[in-house]
């Protein structure tokens, strides 16, 4: 019932963003797509959410040990949201339910294409919707190995993967073929300037003929995710990879590296950056 409700509750939200009297779904991306956007096909968007702690100036209820945080590095970081009430104490709630902003905007991004195709589409957390559910089914995931068991599980046998990189101390797409590391850049205020995304197309476990599949999107921050998803909804973008595999159809699994420059978390002008063919494993898995 909690899953039912959270689906309904960001389904509610979503709408409002899908706006009506659109036209159709541009062929490449039905092509591109395949499976996930058929008429019969009832997909699942399913999102991953890192462990955040809320803040809050009053007392609160926590649902297991309170964590430790040095309480002068928070009441700074605290005075510097004005719009936040002045507060002497603060407290801090563990929740498992705030998504990152990309990965919400790109949730909206793939929702509207569902629409768009006419196809019945549900959206579930990922700690209601464990890989089980991913089985024999046509999924979008969003999410990095950092916080989602089921992107660490799909990235476990890719050419391309996402990664923490030591040296710079940041996550980072990794190529595991070629040991190149697509690493975001940072202004002198550590906002993101460009981003990476990773776009991920395999068939969905149990379903190696195809008839199912499933979609990571993921990246080295939200931003990136948001790029991946964005660039995998864009028509364009999309005839465009179509092209440089010479006009052939789109494999039945690959991946895509996506480049952006961003604004923060806001993912601006997206770039093709590489492109590699996964070969499933003979199960479908």
Known sequence: LAGAAASASVAALLAMWLAPGRPGLAPVLREAWGPLVAPSSRTMIHVAAPMHLFVRPTETRVPFDRPEVDAQLLRRWYSQFPALPPAESLFLRPTPNSLLWGDAMGTVTVARVLTLAGVTWEVMPNRVAGGPLLKRRNALVFGRPEYSREAGQLLANTPLTVDF?????????????????????????????????????????????????????????????????????????????????????????????????????????????????????????
Request: hydrophobic fraction near 40%.
């Open 165 to 285: 990189n030591s040296e710079v101390r940041e996550y980072a797409v990794y190529d595991r073929e070629s040991k190149r590391w697509f690493i975001p850049s940072y202004r002198d205020n550590d906002y993101a300037n460009v981003v990476y995304g990773l776009i991920t197309v395999l068939p969905s476990e149990g379903a190696p003929g195809g008839e199912f599949r499933t979609v990571l999107l993921t990246g080295s921050n939200s931003a990136g995710i948001q790029a991946a998803a964005e660039y995998f909804s864009s028509a364009r973008q999309m005839a465009a990879l179509r092209d440089r595999l010479a006009g052939s159809a789109f494999p039945p699994g690959y991946q895509v590296v996506v480049r952006a420059t961003a604004n923060s978390t806001i993912p601006l002008d997206l770039y093709f950056e590489t492109f590699r063919a996964v070969s499933p494993k003979a199960d479908g898995s």
